[in-house]
């Protein structure tokens, strides 16, 4: 499986992390960390910022976190005409982690507010596209 | 430090859907500013382009465009970061000529955002941030933008009047600038929610409306700069560039620190800039910042120092960057009316700073002689950040 299954309309066929749709099927949202110098990423990286090493192993994503921010778009790029209106957001997990994803259509736009306790889990969309998405707590 | 000179400035009118190619676009800005020099082309040592290239059918622009301006054989490449380009491409300029490889360089930013159909103009408009993380969710440049309006108005007060207020104030120069895009008044009517007539007021990436969105255009500008020995010989009245700052930061939202606290390249490349120039932002008299949504400039207000972390609103409230005011701010119409053509942008701020302190931006003019002007340019979502300083 390559990374052309990732989210809603992928635009990269082949990387080196193209695991994490694998453990998405899996259920699992994982990002990866520096088993060199132990600094974490998400979204995962094949090769450390901090230290230049390759040797990199994957960690599961916390689950509970804040809604740092969040906005609805009325409006969408070429490919994604007949989603609007959907809601993207940033989660904040603490510890310098952080997650950018859909909003949940299970939460109702006027209940989506900054600093409202949410949660993370795996999407498979009806073309079997994988991706992952921001609920409630 | 009065070592690299701007002697010659020049703009095309930003429009929609210019009537040429994007070399002909390119000659109208350049023509413009070699006669505000006084220059012929045999004096001109290199030239830098500067565009963002996915708009460009034309690859490798430089070439093809040095050739149509007359500037060959001198050497001639191409600079890019988005919506900074010319920034960028002026930044590049200034240290060949401190290095003293060149005496005289041309840097002219274009940008023909209709060359391609709107359908495509959109897919690279999604494309616009990281591809590989962001874009699958259908991200595009308001919703970036809109994530750091909301984290900002919960925190800071902000309100949708405030953003508001910004478009207003826009307008209000986009009427009087001949060269802008749109030229019309804009009125609290027109954001009227619910009101099919009230166009400024649908939503576009929530809580951005469509007012609070630039306008896109088709343009050109074109800055020369010259070393002293230069400066003196050919202009009588040179600008000089006090100080640069530059900076970058993260594509990706999740890596970025906090939204309450605006772009961190506006922070970085001011306190350069300020640094190098050996002033404080109390000394700016007018500033051009980068308004592509009505919530940058508030964000801007507070990375440039004109008002503490917060408290922006209240310069809008209070008409502080009015052209009256303490500090003018975009009273060109900004990149809200004046109009945002990717390329061309740092250049055209350049140019209305550099008429600025000259006392040449007519009914724009800002009252008191000022002799300290300032020009914010960021390119994508505060990916690349550049702010240069400019003294008579």
Known sequence: ?137 | MKEVAVIGVGQSSFVRGYEGSIRELAFEAFREAMQDAGITQKDVDASIFCSAPEYDKQRSPAGVLAEYLGLIPQPTFYVESVCSSSSTGVKVGYSMIKSGLHDVVVVLGFQKMSEITSAESQERMGRGADIQWEAPFGTMMPAYYALYAQAYMAKHGLTHDDLMSVRIKASTYGVINERAVYRKAVKPEDFKQGDPEAKMAGPVAWPLRVGDCCANADGSSCIILVNTEKAKALSKRPVWILGIGAASEAVNMAARPDFTKGLSVGYAAASQAYKMAGITPKNVKVAEVHDCFTIAEIMAYEGLGFAPMGEGKQLIREKTTYKEGRIPVNVDGGLLSKGHPIGATGGSQIRTIVLQLRGEAGPMQVAGEPDIGLVHNIGGVGLYGNVTIFGR
């Open chain 1, 1 to 137: 499986m390559g990374f052309e299954k990732f989210g809603r309309k992928s635009f990269t066929a082949v990387t080196k992390m193209a695991k994490f749709v694998d453990l998405l099927a899996e259920g699992k949202i994982e990002g990866t960390i520096c088993k060199d110098c132990g600094a974490k990423f998400f979204p995962p990286r094949a090769d450390c910022a901090k230290c230049l090493s390759k040797n990199m192993d994957w960690f599961e994503m916390p689950k509970k976190g804040k809604l740092e921010t969040f906005t609805t778009a009325y409006y969408a790029p070429f490919g994604f005409e007949g989603d609007p209106p959907y809601t993207m957001g940033v989660v904040d997990f603490g510890g310098g982690q952080k997650l950018f994803a859909r909003l949940s259509k299970d939460i109702k736009p006027e209940e989506v507010k900054v600093g409202m306790d949410v949660t993370i889990r795996p999407l498979k969309y009806d073309d079997n596209q994988l991706s992952f998405e921001i609920t409630k707590a």
